[in-house]
């Protein structure tokens, strides 16, 4: 997950992650195999806030 992680933290457009903006509410998501990481883009500031990781089945109660 901390590949990932960094990977996202270089660069948030690299098309080799799999981010995808979130349904019905603000940030985005992060897939990482059965995990998810929740965050929200600052560009202006160059600042990615992570919201929350967890597993697919209870991260997005």
Known sequence: MTGALSRLA???????LDVRPLQGREGYRLRIGRWRVLFRRQDDDLVILVLDAGARGGIYK
Do not use: Q
């Open 10 to 16: 270089r660069d948030p457009d690299e098309p080799g």
